[in-house]
């Protein structure tokens, strides 16, 4: 069975800190990979999604990576922002189609001003 | 148009009341999906719809019942739920297309706010 494991549970950083953000997977046989925002009380936003044959995909000051092999992938986040605080949730495909996602508990990132 | 919108935003009920919740896209998507996300938890999945045909269901107890009357619609009926049933109800969508390569990025709602008295 599936499980993905997210570290830190929490974090707090300062201002224009860069960060990284973990998940890792117990089985590496992924379809995909999806990392998503949530900000209280709200839905999930998808940032990034990375097919199991590429190894990294970029937006704005977001990159995230994929190693399926070691079962890892990370999230950088460059330049924080107070904006940037929010959970952030990765998520693992197992298979094609409509197959379930299967989430790790979130990291909570605080940014300080 | 990547939205995902659902109605209400928050709904109370009581035990004996019947109620729904809507969900709606028009991405042209054909996997639609309910979740149901308690505080400080992660999305937990209750029912994926597939081509308008109910493909998945985790077990999910009788009283909430899905209902998807065309490729763009997705309801989910609650009759005598629970107090421990109030939580986020999170409705998504997805790209289904079967074989060959896909590119299945799920996209959610804003959710919906249940409160069970």
């Known amino acids: 069975k599936q499980e993905v494991t997210q570290i830190p549970a929490a974090l707090s950083v300062p201002e224009g800190e860069n960060l990284v953000l973990n998940c890792s997977f117990t089985d590496s046989a992924i379809y995909n990979l999806q990392w998503f925002r949530q900000d209280p009380g709200k839905g999930l936003t998808s940032l990034l999604l990375?097919?199991?044959?590429?190894r990294e995909q970029t937006s704005g000051r977001l990159n995230a990576s994929l190693d399926k092999s070691s079962g890892r992938s990370t999230l950088y986040i460059a330049a924080s922002q107070p904006g940037d605080s929010a959970t952030y949730l990765c998520a693992v495909r197992v298979g094609s189609g409509n197959t379930p996602l299967v989430f790790g508990k979130g990291t909570r990132l605080s940014v300080i001003a | 148009d990547t939205e995902v919108t659902q109605t209400p935003k928050h709904l109370v009920m009581g035990m004996t009341n019947k109620k729904s919740l809507k969900c709606e896209q028009h991405?042209?998507?054909?996997?639609m999906y309910w979740y149901k996300q308690k505080a400080k938890k992660p999305p937990e999945l209750m029912f994926v719809?597939?081509?308008?045909?109910?493909?998945i269901n985790e077990s999910v107890p009788s009283r909430f019942s899905p209902e998807c009357p065309n490729s763009s619609l997705l309801n989910l009926h609650l009759h005598a739920l629970q107090p421990e049933d109030s939580a986020l109800y999170l409705c998504?969508?997805?790209?289904?297309?079967?074989?060959?390569?896909?590119?299945?990025?799920?996209?959610f709602g804003p959710g919906t706010r249940l409160t069970v008295l």
């Open positions: 998504a969508s997805s790209q289904d297309v079967s074989g060959g390569w896909t590119y299945n990025e799920q996209f």
């Open positions: 719809y597939s081509y308008e045909k109910l493909s």
């Open positions: 991405m042209g998507h054909r996997a």
């Open positions: 990375i097919q199991s044959s590429q």
